[in-house]
């Protein structure tokens, strides 16, 4: 079959004009990822999966915390070392009292990027025994001390979706005379709709015209629709992580936003999209996080299809129920035999083994036998328990 794209008539109604060259994806699998409760990435398995995080063309990855860690800082060297194409960004905690280390340490990495971030938030400024005017002041201070020391320097507010906009923009316009080029919101507890990341990031870049950014959490499974409310108000500086790891219930999924902004929003952006199944299946195997296999795009069985009537009409045209075909991810399509499989999908079945000669009747009969034992086993079955029902039946 050919390979298809068929989005929706009605995405056309939402769709400003983008220019896809403007936009910066940084893959944070390899910080923010490492924060996911069972993951910790020795020195090798981060730089494994930098290749390949370069070799599908993203722009950017997170090192780590080089001040935290001797493993984040050997990282980030590795990468320049192996002249990986792609840049690599240090993250600064500078609300933390050795945050001048911090940045030394993010400096000897030879970081492309440095990040520095500080919450913002009353919440998270009361917790940290802060008035604004300290955060004011701790700001000034530490990017004009990292100005100069790095070829970018972004700075972000965490906590920013919780924070007062007059407050936000007063954070944004000290660090920007201070040398920041640029700034990035973050929804840290994940507690904002799609509606509130588009009318903050909106208000944010027509205040700087810089290049801003959106780092989204999922808590209440949001981060894929923010973070593209955060693309369609002006942000191109584009935080996700392979698999969707990263705390608590983690992060923008790369290829689900990706995939989104590609083929739903037709932006037209520079990356190898069919390894990202491959992507996804590495990260799993070096993390050892098991992805659902109804994951969208990657999962094992994203583009599996089991109903009769909804596989006659994929054999007819796969567009009646795929947007896009399987292999533009580089993932592939599946027809699981079990229960609602019925004598259409079955009697290709038959002939996919090399069974020949059964009457209409018996393969009616094979389909609830087929029916019954998937019941039993509680899932799809195998070729092999497939042909052992078959030759049940010619042995009878």
């Not at 794209?5 to 009605?10: E, F, G, K, V, W």
């Not at 520079?270 to 990260?283: I, M, N």
């Not at 195997?285 to 094992?300: A, D, F, H």
Request: aromatic share 8%.
């Amino acid at each position: 079959m050919a390979i298809k794209i068929a989005p929706s008539l009605y995405n056309k109604t939402a769709l400003p004009i983008f220019d896809g060259s403007k936009f910066i994806i940084n893959d944070t699998t390899l910080r923010e990822g490492e924060q996911a409760a069972n993951v910790s990435l020795s020195l090798e398995q981060k730089t494994q999966i930098a290749r390949k995080l370069a070799e599908v063309g993203i722009q950017q990855v997170q090192g780590g915390y080089p001040g935290r860690s001797e493993i984040d800082k050997k990282f980030i060297q590795q990468v320049s070392k192996e002249k990986l194409n792609i840049q690599t960004e240090a993250l600064v905690q500078v609300f933390t009292p050795d945050w001048q280390a911090q940045i030394d340490a993010a400096e000897e990495s030879g970081a492309d990027v440095i990040g520095m971030m500080h919450p913002s938030s009353d919440l998270r400024l009361d917790y940290q025994k802060m008035t604004q005017q300290d955060m004011l002041d701790r700001v000034r201070q530490s990017v004009s001390y990292a100005k100069g020391k790095f070829p970018v320097l972004r700075f972000s507010t965490t906590d920013s979706t919780r924070t007062e906009m007059a407050f936000l923009k007063e954070v944004y316009t000290v660090a920007i005379e201070a040398g920041a080029q640029r700034i990035l919101l973050a929804d840290t507890a994940g507690s904002t709709v799609p509606e509130g990341i588009y009318a903050m990031v909106l208000e944010i870049v027509n205040e700087f015209h810089l290049p801003t950014g959106i780092h989204c959490h999922n808590d209440f499974g949001l981060a894929v629709a923010n973070t593209l409310a955060g693309v369609r108000a002006g942000a191109t500086l584009i935080d996700v992580s392979i698999n969707g790891l990263g705390e608590r219930a983690g992060n923008a999924p790369l290829a689900e936003v990706l995939a989104c902004m590609k083929f739903l929003y037709m932006i037209d952006l520079p990356f190898a999209f069919d390894k990202l199944y491959e992507l996804s299946r590495l990260a799993e195997e070096i993390t050892g996080v098991v992805m659902p296999e109804s994951c969208p795009l990657v999962g094992e069985y994203a583009f599996a299809h089991k109903l009769d009537a909804h596989v006659r009409g994929m054999y007819y045209n796969s567009a009646l129920y795929e947007t896009i075909s399987p292999e533009l991810v580089g993932n592939q399509r599946r027809i699981p035999i079990g229960k609602y499989s019925g004598p259409f999908i079955v009697g290709q079945k038959l002939k996919e083994l090399g069974f020949e000669g059964f009457s209409d009747e018996a393969v009616r009969r094979i389909v609830k036998e087929i029916e019954q034992y998937s019941i039993s086993v509680r899932r799809a079955l195998t070729d092999d328990e497939v042909i052992s029902i078959v030759k049940s039946f010619e042995e009878a």
